[in-house]
């Protein structure tokens, strides 16, 4: 299929219905790489087990964890993925495979803070926001809306796009 999700039928139309998920707090840096790629990842570090499956259960989001002692519990029993991978690289790999996601086809998509998709602003509005360099070489801007963090096609994209083909074994 190329992206994650199921596909659902609404009123005689189909629709792709994206998979959301929730991290444990031993997976922060699968969160962020996820976000990275474009998916929707809650990462609430500081949420008792309990709480996060009630959570998780309530938005209809999967449990990304490690902990076996979270799946053991009964709202998590059907709704989690156990990732058995160490290294973040490794663990992005197993989620992605997974959940048959294109790690390309929206990556920087989201706020890498926030979560929040990331929105177009005008270049005229980020004038005070951003480096004189950058507003000068640069035409396009997104913004969270959450955070009012801006983002724009740096040499960070570029470097977190050789990443990503380096993580997946993609040839640029």
């Known amino acids: ?8 039928s609404r009123e005689g139309r189909w629709i792709l219905v994206e998979t959301r998920f929730v991290a444990d707090v031993m997976l922060g840096k699968l969160a962020t790489w996820l976000r990275l790629l474009g998916c929707d990842v809650e990462y609430l570090p500081a949420i008792p087990d309990e709480d996060l499956v009630e ?3 309530r938005s209809g989001r999967v449990i990304l964890t490690r902990d076996l002692q979270l799946i053991r519990r009964r709202k998590a029993r ?23 996601i294109d790690p390309l086809c929206r990556i920087l998509t989201r706020c890498l803070r926030c979560n929040e998709p990331l929105k177009g602003i005008d270049r005229s509005a980020v004038l005070e926001r951003v480096p004189p360099y950058v507003y000068e070489t640069q035409n396009d801007f997104k913004t969270c809306g959450c955070c009012g963090r801006i983002y724009w096609k740096g040499t960070h994209r570029v470097e977190a796009m050789k990443q990503v083909m380096n ?3 993609m040839q640029g």
Request: aromatic share 10%; glycine share 10%.
């Open 55 to 57: 959570m998780a259960s």
């Open 1 to 8: 299929m190329g992206v994650n999700g199921d596909i659902h």
């Open 167 to 169: 993580i997946f074994g």
């Open 78 to 100: 059907d709704n989690h993925f156990l990732v058995q991978r160490d290294g973040y690289k490794d663990q992005l790999r197993q989620v992605v495979e997974r959940f048959s």
